[in-house]
């Protein structure tokens, strides 16, 4: 089976920082993708990680572990405009076909 | 920039009428394919295409088909539209090669 798991809500306050997890049991991986939504929106791309390791990328990076099957977001100085969904994705083995997590609504308060 | 377009944001259909939904892209992309989402659930594929004239079934292609002619466009029909089909519906699409997904605006159907 195949399994994508992050949580549902989080809330975090302007200027600060918040990391959202997700973890992944899929039969079969190549890489992991973050996308953000804004209400009414369709997703747009952040990030894509297929190694170990960090990715920086000015406010937002995002981490993978492939031994793990964990991935995190860490978003930085946060500011209003991050209120937003955003959606962990695994693709496997290159095929393109993407699994959706079901989405970590974030929301920031001034 | 990769352009995908969907031929409406909002769309009110009776049970029982057939609904088209097109999606069209101007970036020569192989890959489209066709999403619903709704609160709780998800992202869930429908239908994907590789190429022309090509489909393969995705996680809930029940009471949906598709259409792909011409490269540029992919449609997703409801042969008879019933309330649970009522959602957001998103087209992507991908160069090939495991890149990232680009999503049109979406189409918020109602079947009253």
């Known amino acids: 089976g195949q399994n994508i798991d992050q949580p549902t809500e989080m809330t975090a306050t302007e200027g600060a920082i918040v990391q959202i997890n997700c973890t992944y049991q899929?039969?079969?991986?190549?890489?992991l993708f973050w996308y953000q939504q804004h209400a009414g929106e369709a997703p747009t791309f952040l990030s894509y990680?297929?190694?170990?390791g960090l990715e920086e990328k000015g406010r937002f990076s995002s981490f993978l572990s492939r031994s793990k099957g964990y991935s995190y977001l860490l978003l930085k100085e946060l500011q209003m405009k991050d209120s937003a969904s955003y959606l962990c994705a695994v693709t496997k083995n290159r095929d393109d076909k993407i699994i959706f997590g079901k989405g970590t609504r974030l929301h920031i308060l001034p | 920039d990769v352009k995908v377009t969907q031929s409406s944001r909002y769309l009110v259909k009776r049970t029982g009428e057939k609904v088209f939904l097109e999606c069209v892209q101007d970036m020569d992309h192989e890959n489209m394919f066709w999403y619903r989402q709704d609160p709780g659930l998800g992202l869930r594929l429908i239908y994907f295409?590789?190429?022309?004239?090509?489909?393969e079934k995705g996680d809930i292609p029940e009471g949906y088909s598709v259409s792909r002619e011409k490269k540029e466009r992919f449609s997703l029909i409801l042969e008879s539209a019933s309330t649970n089909q009522t959602s957001m519906y998103l087209c992507?699409?991908?160069?090939?090669?495991?890149?990232?997904?680009?999503f049109g605006p979406g189409t918020r159907l109602t079947v009253t």
């Open positions: 990680n297929v190694l170990d």
């Open positions: 992507a699409t991908s160069d090939g090669g495991g890149n990232e997904q680009y």
């Open positions: 295409s590789y190429d022309v004239k090509m489909k």
């Open positions: 899929t039969s079969g991986f190549n890489g």
